[in-house]
């Protein structure tokens, strides 16, 4: 009697561990399938970014990034070539991208900084003359100074470079033009600085009491 309840309690025991197993299996499995549907989304929404940058403001494509992408997407492929999300390709693919994301925040602060650095100059030497429309140029463009996913601050920038270029060309400017609105700017400018190309476009654009001339103190 005792040793059959032995049996039937050594077997619900059993039924119990095999119950727990696959409830604990399940739950690890659905965390891991979660993991690779964020990291998939978030490789979705980068390559959608790249495109718009690299296709369609046709800024120069870095090869390593491209490539550590291949690779991303190559293990986001072998991590449910079971059918399910296998853990250790889900956790190498989180990996990938970050390093990726790292990356890209370097690359980026270095692309956005040839992109917009001339014509962010331009405009800053120039806003004394429309300030308004500098500075809403200045606003769409530098939104995008820091690295996010997403196409919406890369597109408002391309736009405002854009804007800032028919305002340049609007208000007449050259290079000498530019050097001489950068100067007065930063104080450097002196008198031998207004050319005769330079009065004409100061008396063309109606400037002579916007710009201030002052002697050097030593």
Do not use: H
């Amino acid at each position: 009697m005792i040793f059959d309840e032995l049996v039937v309690t050594e077997k619900a025991l059993k039924d119990l561990k095999t119950k727990t197993d696959l409830q604990r299996n399940k739950a690890l499995q659905e965390n891991t399938d979660t993991r690779y549907r964020i990291v998939l989304k978030q490789t979705e929404s980068f390559i959608s970014t790249l495109e718009y940058l690299y296709e369609d403001a046709k800024i120069q494509k870095n090869d390593e990034i491209l490539n550590s992408t291949k690779e991303l997407l190559d293990t986001l492929e072998t991590a449910i070539s079971t059918g399910m999300a296998i853990q250790d390709d889900v956790a190498k693919s989180e990996n990938s991208y970050k390093g990726i994301q790292s990356e890209m925040k370097k690359e980026w602060s270095k692309k956005y900084s040839d992109i917009t650095g001339s014509t962010v100059s331009t405009l800053e030497a120039i806003k004394g003359i429309d300030p308004e429309s500098v500075d809403n140029c200045l606003k769409k463009i530098q939104g995008a100074v820091t690295w996010e996913l997403g196409t919406g601050q890369y597109v408002t920038m391309t736009k405002g470079i854009l804007e800032a270029e028919q305002l340049i060309v609007k208000l007449g400017l050259d290079n000498e033009i530019v050097t001489f609105l950068q100067n007065t700017n930063a104080g450097r400018a002196t008198l031998l600085d207004l050319n005769d190309k330079v009065l004409k476009w100061i008396r063309d654009e109606k400037l002579e009491g916007k710009i201030r001339i002052s002697f050097v103190r030593k």
